[in-house]
Each structure stands twice: as C-alpha cells, then as structure tokens.
C-alpha cells in the first residue's frame, strides 16, 4: 500500500494550493482522526494508522478549487489521490462526506473514522455533530431537496458515531476533553 507521509501531505497542499483555513480544517481534522484510531487500537480494533493520517489530512485536497469549478471535491480529490498512486487514500477521500457502504464490518474502518472525524471538526474547532450539522444546513442548503438528504445522512452519521464510541471509554461530547487529558492538548 502505498501511503504519503506528513511531509507528502504538506506538499500536496502547497501544490494544489489549498486555503490556509481549509489546510487548518484538515490537520484538526487528522488530530481526531488520529485520536479516535489510537484509541480504538487500544481496543484491539486494527486501523492503519498511516492510512488515518494521510486520509484526513487529503480529505479536502481539492476543495480550494471547487470552489471556481463546482466541481464534487470528494470525486476530484479520490481521482487526483489514485492518479498519484495512494488508491487506498483516495477511497478515503471519496467517502468523507459520504460512505460508500456504512457497517459492513463489524468494526469501523479508515474511512469510517475520517468520515465521522471531518463531521466534529468546524473549520479548525472540534464541535458536536449537531453544531456542524447546523453550519452544514446554513451554509450548503440553498439547492431543492439538500436538506432532506443531509438530514438523512446525519441519521446515519448519528448511528456511526453510537458505533465508534461503544468502543471507547468516553462519550461523543467528551472527545476534545480526553484529547486534551491524553495529548495535552486538542490542536
């Protein structure tokens, strides 16, 4: 598997020129990722930490320029992550606004933790899901029928985050807390 380090991430957005808010976005992003996948492996659950890293940190590698082109970041930066050679991250940066199968394993997977990772994260400040979800509605809910598939999304978004946390020792609302206590800091 073929896997960019942090250094390869930090080109990468030099490269594609991503806004400094939205490189800040990802590195908290990568943070709770990170956290939540060290400890789940506390838990004997098995996550390829550096495939955690560099999918959140690409999550969003082409959102800068979507915003001239409209494009769907999730497909442009899944396509561009798989042209450079890191298919694997790549599925990662398809799925983080939506996965492409939810609770096939018995456990979360990569994708799974980015996912529900990039919807705490608000620009660079962990949040409830309710919070984000109230910013995602103002911000993106000018097309018809978006906030009915959003509002279905955060259904299952609410279920995989029962998921992740069964696992863990801690609750949802707790999570910047505990990263504080075990790395001393949340950024």
Request: proline content about 2%; aromatic content about 8%; some cysteine.
């Amino acid at each position: 598997m073929n896997t960019p380090s942090v250094e390869e991430c930090n080109l990468l957005f030099r490269q594609t020129g991503m806004f400094d808010h939205i490189v800040d976005h990802s590195r908290q992003v990568c943070r709770v990722a990170t956290f939540l996948a060290d400890q789940l492996r506390g838990k004997e659950i098995i996550l390829n930490r550096k495939l955690v890293i560099a999918g959140a940190l690409l999550h969003d590698i082409t959102k800068t320029r979507s915003f001239d082109t409209r494009e769907d970041h999730t497909r442009t930066g899944e396509e561009l992550m798989i042209d450079l050679g890191y298919r694997e991250v790549g599925k990662i940066v398809g799925q983080h606004v939506t996965l492409d199968t939810y609770f096939l394993a018995d456990t979360p997977d990569e994708a799974e933790i980015v996912n529900y990772a990039d919807k705490r994260v608000l620009h660079d400040r962990i949040v409830s899901m309710d919070k984000r979800m109230e910013y995602i509605l103002e911000r993106y809910c000018q097309k018809p029928g978006y906030s009915a598939r959003l509002e279905q999304l955060w259904k299952v978004s609410r279920k995989m985050e029962k998921r992740i946390f069964r696992y863990l020792s801690f609750l949802p609302e707790e999570l910047e807390q505990q990263m504080t206590k075990v790395t001393g800091s949340s950024r």
